[in-house]
């Protein structure tokens, strides 16, 4: 009878174990449906100038978004990731190129996290170099201007989002791979932006600010 009662209790264990991971999954694939369908709405209405109905769906984004990409990451990957990172260098007084951050997300929706590093002599001069995990090896895609903007996740499209401001101005960008080259595209800017638009859907920028740059390497360990 005992015996019986230690089994039951087994199996009620395993199933509740596999009901709660089934949970899990339905709960992360319903927010990258939400957010996939909330982000289409904000860039539609930022582009017509509707920013208050933009606002509206940005307040129902992910404030901050880790990948399942990410999560997943394979360590030969980490690894090549890691070596790119640690090249650039970080002290931003030398008059040198320096990262300030970098960032991890699914460009081309193959399942696999590509690598943004956000690295420049000054603000003025940053840029967004993207790489790629192709065939067991990095490639460099290309890069992008960067000043004053931070990389926003384009979730259920290829691509990533650019949100930037300065002096009340602000601005959104989409970016793309075609044909093997990065294409910028803009969705819209505006002056006297009071207050900022704020976007969610952000990604981690991996930097620690304490008195200078340091790199968080923790999602490539």
């Known amino acids: 009878m005992k015996k019986s009662i230690r089994i039951l209790a087994a199996v009620v264990a395993v199933i509740l174990f596999f009901n709660g991971l089934a949970n899990n999954v339905n709960v992360f694939a319903a927010s990258v449906s939400s957010d996939t369908k909330n982000i289409e709405k904000v860039l539609k209405y930022y582009k017509k100038g509707q920013y208050k109905k933009a606002q509206k769906y940005n307040k129902k984004l992910s404030k901050i978004v880790k990948e399942k990409c990410v999560k997943k990451m394979p360590a030969k990957i980490k690894k090549a990731y890691r070596k790119i990172v640690k090249s650039y260098n970080t002290d931003n007084s030398l008059g040198k190129k320096y990262i300030s951050g970098y960032y991890l997300t699914d460009i081309d929706n193959d399942s696999v996290a590509e690598l943004i590093v956000r690295a420049g002599s000054s603000e003025a001069e940053a840029r967004f170099y993207v790489y790629d995990w192709k065939k067991g090896k990095i490639k460099k895609i290309g890069s992008v201007e960067a000043l004053h903007s931070e990389v926003y996740a384009y979730i259920g499209h290829k691509g990533f989002i650019i949100y930037g401001g300065l002096q009340q101005s602000e601005w959104i960008k989409t ?19 009071n207050p900022y638009f704020s976007l969610r859907c952000g990604l981690a920028d991996h930097a620690l600010y304490t008195g200078g740059y340091r ?6 360990l």
């Open 175 to 193: 970016v793309t791979i075609k044909n093997g080259k990065l294409k910028v595209k803009k969705v819209g800017e505006r002056d006297n932006a």
């Open 215 to 220: 790199i968080d390497y923790s999602d490539l």
